[in-house]
């Protein structure tokens, strides 16, 4: 079969190559799928680049999630239950940019009919991530303000939306000026610019002198020492990327006296702790709210596996717009 591989950590574009490689055979308790679709997320790009929190052995092929058809079931009866069934490919360890992937039949999420397959390759990193920090681990009450930075990503344009169905206030940082128009339109209720000043003095102007109590930050450095210092009395920083791999600076002072706090977030190790039940629950509110256009990823372009080269880089590109897929060969189209 045919797989986009790396054999060194490097530049995206530089060492991804496309691979005839092995076709994998399902072991006891795992699933095949025949794939169909797979994002291009920044988690995938980082482990390409060797800056990942886990990094894979070597050579390997990224992709954490996607969409496809089970079509083989190693030992076990829980895997024959999904074969010939459509599901979101959660793929913890990577290996979706191919054209089968072999994962636990845990990892296989059924997808109803009427979500399309790009939304359900997209089903589970941007969307769970966003339902598990804002509902789940922060709790933000309606009416408060919950402060994003990276707010034009994909995942920051899903939160402004949820903030609009759950009824807090969305307070959004951007670097670039002319990407707050956009926000706005989609519902953010306030829309700051680093470039424009002082991101603490600027959110206490809107937030009306103490700062927000809770706040959300995938970029790391600078963006992210600005986020925690913003904070209110008692607030809470969740930290869930690294994108600049800089590390965010903490006064102790602000701990201490003005009893703030910072958190990681790790999709995969809170989805570890979850029973059965609960993941289906989950499933089930992320499907629910994809359907009411909350969570729905936006799309961009979409490529054939073998532009690997120029489809990552396209992902990488500064203020594209709406997430990268790979179009596999077990799609139609």
């Known amino acids: 079969m045919k797989a986009a591989v790396f054999e060194s950590f490097g530049g995206p574009s530089e060492v991804l190559r496309i691979r005839d ?5 399902p072991g006891p308790g795992e699933v095949r799928v025949r794939m169909i679709a797979s994002p291009i997320n920044p988690s995938d790009l980082m482990v390409v680049e060797g ?3 886990v990094l894979p052995t070597l050579p390997s092929t990224p992709g ?6 089970v079509d083989k079931a190693g030992p076990g009866l829980m ?3 999904v074969v010939g069934k459509r ?6 360890k990577g290996g979706n940019w191919a054209e089968y992937a072999v994962i636990p039949w845990r990892q296989a999420r059924p997808i109803a009919a009427d979500i399309p397959d790009d939304q359900a390759a997209t089903f589970f990193v941007n969307p769970a991530t966003a339902l598990a920090m804002v509902r789940h681990v922060l709790k933000v009450p309606k009416g408060e303000w919950l402060l994003i930075s990276a707010a034009g990503s994909t995942l920051g344009k899903m939160i402004i939306k949820l903030g609009k169905h759950d009824g807090f206030k969305t307070l959004c940082v951007v670097r670039r000026s002319e990407a707050k128009a956009e926000l706005v339109a989609l519902g953010a209720d306030a829309v700051i610019s680093s470039s424009e000043g002082s991101v603490p003095e600027q959110v206490r102007a809107i937030t009306g002198g103490d700062g927000p109590r809770y706040a959300l930050d995938p970029v790391g450095g600078e963006a992210g020492t600005a986020i925690f210092r913003s904070l209110g009395t008692g607030g809470r920083l969740i930290v869930y990327g690294s994108l600049t791999g800089q590390p965010i600076e903490v006064d102790p002072r602000l701990v201490i006296s003005g009893r703030r706090v910072v958190e990681g977030f790790w999709l995969g190790f809170w989805m570890r702790d979850r029973s059965i039940p ?11 709210l994809i359907r009411n256009d909350v969570l ?7 490529y054939a596996l073998d532009d690997i080269v120029p489809a990552v880089r396209e992902a990488a590109a500064v203020g594209r717009g709406g997430k990268v897929l790979l179009k596999l060969p077990g799609s139609s189209s």
Request: hydrophobic share 45%; glycine share 12%.
């Open 21 to 25: 490689v092995p076709t994998p055979e």
């Open 51 to 53: 800056r990942y929190g």
């Open 64 to 69: 954490f999630e996607g969409v496809g058809v």
């Open 79 to 81: 895997g024959r239950l």
């Open 87 to 92: 599901v979101a490919v959660i793929n913890s």
């Open 278 to 288: 609960a993941s289906l629950l989950l499933f089930r509110e992320i499907a629910a």
């Open 296 to 302: 729905t990823s936006e799309i961009g372009a979409s």
